[in-house]
């Protein structure tokens, strides 16, 4: 794979704002009664016992024995007459999964991830491209940024893999986000690459320069099923050939579409 040069790096503070907590105790005088309530004897509504420290409560931690891997079903292994390849562990079970498509009949091409517990998932790949169409399973980040790059050709349609669903990403407008391939004229790729120098990959949209010598890569932020440009971007005016290569095509960190995707047969 190309050896992606290192970014700019950007630093963004975060202003922390505290605010003050006002306790009120009130003592209860009990007329007719010797006993008073004092104060610690007393439990506010809502608060925490004295033994209990004031510190918000951790979320639950699941039982080591709790199931890992999507849930069983028995509809969504790979289909007959799929084209499939083993992918990256998309549920957490640490055992790799399998990615396929097929021609679902009447014109409709579906794609997915059947994992090794039996789970798994699938969503339509809707194009009028008459290329054959592909797609690549990756990990964004390296940490479980998990997406779906279908290629038909002309552009890459973008689908977030989370909870064992496959789910279409749109851009702020509701319409479904894409990569351009060069039929456009906005871009020649796509590729995970940290182009704002945090040390993290990126999500970016590549765009190789016509005299070959070079790209440019501006980062695509996302959040969950939605995604939108950024203005932060990197340009590289005298890069390797390998890397020109890359950004004509559909990357991921060590996974290309060529070497690790599936294609439609036929």
Known sequence: MADWPPALRQTTVVPVTRRPVLLL????LLAGCADVATPDDEELPGAAPSSTSASATPSPIPAPD?????????????PDGAASRPTIDVDGDDRPD???????GDGEVRFGVATASGGGASAPFPSASPVTRSVLVADVTGEGELV??????????????????????TDPEGAPYAFDLGFTGYGTGVGCVDVDGDGVRDLAGL?????GTGYTATAVRLDGPRASNTDVSITVS??????????????CGD?????????LPG
């Not at 105790?25 to 209860?28: C, E, K, Q, Y």
């Not at 765009?207 to 005299?211: H, S």
């Not at 005298?238 to 990357?251: H, N």
């Open 25 to 28: 105790l009130i003592a209860v």
């Open 238 to 251: 005298d890069a390797p050939p390998a890397q020109v290569e890359a950004a004509r095509s559909v990357t």
């Open 98 to 104: 399998t990615a396929w498509i097929a021609d679902a």
């Open 207 to 211: 765009d190789a320069a016509d005299d």
């Open 148 to 169: 779906a790059l279908a290629d038909d050709g002309r552009q890459v349609l973008l689908f977030a893999l989370s909870g064992c669903e496959i789910v279409p990403v």
């Open 255 to 263: 996974l290309s579409l060529l070497d690790d995707g599936v294609a």
């Open 66 to 78: 709790d199931p890992a891997g999507c849930p069983v079903d028995g509809a969504a292994g790979v």
